[in-house]
């Protein structure tokens, strides 16, 4: 077998430690959330619920194929190319990454096929075809994320975290000035056209409702459009960093290689390694899925039967263009998605507790030192329930307020406020579940996640049928589904979690000490935000009361004796290999 060396003749390979490699990779997640609200929070602002309707609706159609295609093989590609680094076996490395290519082309071109062909029929059974054009703009995004995860999980497996920061951050920075500035041009040109000739592309148009009405379906597809953009960006910089370093296997390594594997056998361990992985990462992107399907069809059938029960619930919230033209239900939909706009924020960040710590716990549990698994699985618990449950009460409590501070004073802020009372407390159970799957799969139960989510996708998707059918309850019907279903996998995961590694927990420590200090923390923001919202500015008054909450919080903390010292520890270690 013939290794293709690197540009540059090298003596020696370079990788990153540990610790490097988890400060490079949360430093990177961190700077993407960044860039992400940066664009989701004034993209709202300018194509508001109804075009952030046919965004979601797009983007929840595709996440599901896009993290089936490029989920699982990016991490089974980095497990195996750092499992035969570190046995010298350089040619079976190599291969893996060879071998890979075709896959990752084959399965994206069928990705973005099926998005593509599968688009109008979907559209149509949810009766929503003014999303068809951000379906069909998104779909090449997913052979461009295919082309991607053939690079990152190679750079991965050489302990080289660069290449994937950096081109998460280009996807990133794209969608931002792509994204935004197609969408404020869509807009801005097609109310020039309306003002100058009363006409929407062409066609006329009876008001500026109307008008902007015609537009924002444009202007959604030009906003994803930015993601797209951003994938084949983001591809483009690892193809470069390929031709400019080659495949990082210097000479003296080429040299003490050990004999291959078979490309059958390759693909073998490749595809075994990965289907698990890639179907839990499939499971958590068809929730998105289930609330765009259900939501949108629910509140059409009951627009079509029970249409004066479920528009009493929100007079005077919805504006009338969208009661003229039908459009209520999808702009019910990017009500609730302004809500699981801020829903979201919490669990991801707990993603990144994970990569600091979670190696700490595998190789505990690998070393059979029971002190170090109680140690680890403690620490990753209790630190996630510090930032979890404060979080996720402080929107329930503040949900009009924050909805209101970030995307704006308008009517419609009363129902996403609704939503976001309940997102808020799920959003904690949603969190603690991240990390805890991600534990049983370092433990080697890579399949115990995968069985849970099934389950707890399917009572989600009955709650959210059944309840969101209910004209009284609607909206909040997937809201409740969102929350049983975390529950369920919290509570069901931390007991298969605990029964697996046999470790016992103190849940005085980890779950009773925060919910304390969170009440606290809450009642101060609740309290604050109401007392000075009569004498300062809405923005400033719930700036002023999140502020007053974060310092009763620490205080209750530190009077509580919550934070132990081993739990700073174990996110600072870093071993080198």
Same mark, same amino acid.
């Given at each position: 077998?013939?290794?293709?060396?690197?540009?540059?003749?090298?003596?020696?390979?370079?990788?990153?430690?540990?610790?490097?490699?988890?400060?490079?990779?949360?430093?990177?997640?961190?700077?993407?959330?960044?860039?992400?609200?940066?664009?989701?929070?004034?993209?709202?602002?300018?194509?508001?619920?109804?075009?952030?309707?046919?965004?979601?609706?797009?983007?929840?159609?595709?996440?599901?194929?896009?993290?089936?295609?490029?989920?699982?093989?990016?991490?089974?590609?980095?497990?195996?190319?750092?499992?035969?680094?570190?046995?010298?076996?350089?040619?079976?490395?190599?291969?893996?990454?060879?071998?890979?290519?075709?896959?990752?082309?084959?399965?994206?071109?069928?990705?973005?096929?099926?998005?593509?062909?599968?688009?109008?029929?979907?559209?149509?059974?949810?009766?929503?075809?003014?999303?068809?054009?951000?379906?069909?703009?998104?779909?090449?995004?997913?052979?461009?994320?295919?082309?991607?995860?053939?690079?990152?999980?190679?750079?991965?497996?050489?302990?080289?975290?660069?290449?994937?920061?950096?081109?998460?951050?280009?996807?990133?920075?794209?969608?931002?000035?792509?994204?935004?500035?197609?969408?404020?041009?869509?807009?801005?040109?097609?109310?020039?056209?309306?003002?100058?000739?009363?006409?929407?592309?062409?066609?006329?148009?009876?008001?500026?409702?109307?008008?902007?009405?015609?537009?924002?379906?444009?202007?959604?597809?030009?906003?994803?459009?930015?993601?797209?953009?951003?994938?084949?960006?983001?591809?483009?910089?690892?193809?470069?960093?390929?031709?400019?370093?080659?495949?990082?296997?210097?000479?003296?390594?080429?040299?003490?290689?050990?004999?291959?594997?078979?490309?059958?056998?390759?693909?073998?361990?490749?595809?075994?390694?990965?289907?698990?992985?890639?179907?839990?990462?499939?499971?958590?992107?068809?929730?998105?899925?289930?609330?765009?399907?259900?939501?949108?069809?629910?509140?059409?059938?009951?627009?079509?039967?029970?249409?004066?029960?479920?528009?009493?619930?929100?007079?005077?919230?919805?504006?009338?263009?969208?009661?003229?033209?039908?459009?209520?239900?999808?702009?019910?939909?990017?009500?609730?998605?302004?809500?699981?706009?801020?829903?979201?924020?919490?669990?991801?960040?707990?993603?990144?507790?994970?990569?600091?710590?979670?190696?700490?716990?595998?190789?505990?549990?690998?070393?059979?030192?029971?002190?170090?698994?109680?140690?680890?699985?403690?620490?990753?618990?209790?630190?996630?329930?510090?930032?979890?449950?404060?979080?996720?009460?402080?929107?329930?409590?503040?949900?009009?307020?924050?909805?209101?501070?970030?995307?704006?004073?308008?009517?419609?802020?009363?129902?996403?406020?609704?939503?976001?009372?309940?997102?808020?407390?799920?959003?904690?159970?949603?969190?603690?579940?991240?990390?805890?799957?991600?534990?049983?799969?370092?433990?080697?139960?890579?399949?115990?996640?995968?069985?849970?989510?099934?389950?707890?996708?399917?009572?989600?998707?009955?709650?959210?049928?059944?309840?969101?059918?209910?004209?009284?309850?609607? &909206? =909040?019907? #997937?809201?409740?589904? *969102?929350? +049983?279903?975390? %529950?369920?996998?919290?509570?069901?995961? /931390? @007991?298969? $979690?605990?029964?697996?590694?046999?470790?016992?927990?103190?849940?005085?420590?980890?779950?009773?000490?925060?919910?304390?200090?969170?009440?606290?923390?809450?009642?101060?923001?609740?309290?604050?935000?109401?007392?000075?919202?009569? &004498? =300062?500015? #809405?923005?400033?008054? *719930?700036? +002023?009361?999140? %502020?007053?909450?974060?310092?009763?919080? /620490? @205080?209750? $903390?530190?009077?509580?004796?919550?934070?132990?010292?081993?739990?700073?520890?174990?996110?600072?270690?870093?071993?080198?290999?």
């Amino acid at each position: 077998m013939r290794i293709v060396r690197t540009k540059a003749v090298r003596t020696s390979r370079r990788h990153q430690t540990f610790l490097q490699g988890a400060l490079i990779l949360t430093a990177g997640i961190f700077l993407v959330k960044v860039i992400g609200a940066m664009f989701k929070i004034p993209l709202t602002w300018i194509i508001g619920e109804d075009g952030l309707g046919y965004f979601n609706t797009a983007y929840h159609f595709y996440s599901p194929i896009h993290s089936l295609a490029t989920a699982g093989f990016p991490i089974a590609i980095s497990r195996m190319v750092s499992s035969c680094m570190a046995q010298k076996r350089y040619g079976d490395g190599y291969r893996i990454h060879q071998v890979s290519i075709p896959i990752f082309v084959l399965t994206g071109l069928c990705g973005t096929a099926i998005m593509a062909l599968g688009a109008p029929f979907y559209v149509r059974a949810i009766g929503n075809p003014q999303s068809l054009l951000s379906m069909l703009s998104l779909s090449p995004a997913i052979l461009f994320g295919c082309l991607m995860a053939i690079y990152r999980g190679y750079y991965e497996g050489l302990r080289n975290m660069v290449p994937t920061a950096v081109s998460e951050i280009l996807e990133a920075v794209c969608k931002l000035v792509i994204g935004l500035t197609g969408a404020l041009l869509t807009v801005w040109w097609g109310m020039r056209e309306y003002e100058t000739s009363g006409t929407v592309f062409g066609q006329a148009v009876a008001s500026p409702d109307y008008a902007k009405s015609a537009l924002l379906p444009v202007a959604a597809a030009m906003a994803i459009l930015g993601v797209t953009v951003g994938s084949l960006v983001g591809f483009l910089y690892l193809l470069h960093c390929r031709k400019k370093a080659g495949y990082a296997v210097t000479p003296a390594e080429v040299s003490s290689a050990l004999p291959t594997l078979s490309k059958g056998e390759t693909v073998r361990r490749l595809t075994k390694t990965a289907l698990p992985i890639g179907l839990g990462a499939l499971a958590v992107n068809l929730a998105g899925l289930v609330d765009t399907t259900f939501l949108q069809m629910r509140m059409g059938d009951l627009m079509a039967t029970q249409q004066e029960a479920l528009l009493s619930c929100y007079a005077g919230m919805i504006p009338q263009i969208n009661l003229e033209n039908g459009t209520v239900p999808n702009f019910l939909y990017g009500c609730y998605s302004q809500a699981l706009t801020l829903f979201m924020v919490v669990p991801s960040v707990t993603q990144a507790f994970g990569i600091s710590a979670l190696p700490s716990v595998t190789n505990a549990y690998a070393g059979k030192n029971k002190e170090a698994l109680q140690s680890g699985v403690t620490a990753v618990l209790r630190l996630t329930c510090l930032f979890c449950i404060p979080a996720g009460l402080g929107l329930s409590v503040l949900s009009y307020p924050i909805s209101t501070l970030v995307f704006g004073a308008r009517p419609s802020m009363e129902i996403t406020a609704r939503v976001l009372s309940l997102l808020g407390v799920s959003a904690i159970f949603a969190a603690l579940s991240t990390p805890i799957n991600s534990m049983l799969q370092a433990v080697g139960r890579v399949d115990l996640p995968v069985k849970l989510l099934v389950v707890g996708l399917s009572i989600k998707a009955a709650l959210n049928y059944i309840l969101s059918g209910i004209p009284q309850i609607n &909206l =909040l019907g #997937a809201a409740i589904g *969102t929350l +049983c279903c975390y %529950v369920f996998l919290t509570v069901a995961g /931390l @007991i298969l $979690l605990l029964r697996v590694t046999k470790v016992r927990l103190s849940l005085f420590s980890i779950l009773v000490k925060p919910f304390f200090a969170s009440l606290l923390c809450c009642a101060a923001a609740y309290v604050g935000q109401n007392a000075l919202r009569h &004498l =300062l500015p #809405a923005v400033v008054s *719930t700036g +002023c009361a999140l %502020v007053i909450a974060v310092g009763i919080y /620490l @205080i209750s $903390l530190w009077l509580l004796c919550a934070i132990h010292k081993s739990d700073l520890t174990l996110l600072r270690k870093g071993k080198k290999t």
